[in-house]
């Protein structure tokens, strides 16, 4: 099973995209869900998650305040809503399971912010 991420493409400095990624049921409601992402030379790095209710949403530091996730359990699907992007959130992001499964990491979509 892979999850398949969407909705990346070229933005200037300071745009938004919004970012989605379907799962199936068994997948989506049973786990907490995440983003990660991987700069080009770089480890790929989580970039936030988001419990089985939604309640609790977690961020790594550089993108509190202009990232949010979210998730839709009618479509199984879970959201990061970027702002305020910056050239330095150029990456491919992916969505996984938190811990990640690796059988889960699907092609990503790549996210390019020009300055």
């Known amino acids: 099973v892979q999850l398949q991420a969407s909705g990346g493409g070229l933005v200037q400095a300071g745009g938004s995209l919004r970012l989605s990624c379907a799962a199936s049921?068994?997948?989506?409601?049973?786990?907490?869900m995440a983003w990660y992402r991987q700069a080009p030379g770089k480890q790929r790095e989580l970039v936030a998650r988001?419990?089985?209710?939604?309640?609790?949403?977690t961020y790594v530091a550089s993108v509190k305040g202009r990232f949010t996730i979210s998730r839709d359990s009618a479509k199984n699907t879970v959201y990061l809503q970027m702002n305020s992007l910056k050239p330095e959130d150029t990456a491919v992001y992916y969505c996984n399971r938190y811990p990640y499964v690796n059988e889960y990491w699907g092609q990503g979509t790549l996210v390019t912010v020009s300055s």
């Open positions: 049921g068994s997948i989506f409601s049973t786990n907490v």
């Open positions: 988001i419990t089985t209710g939604g309640t609790l949403k």
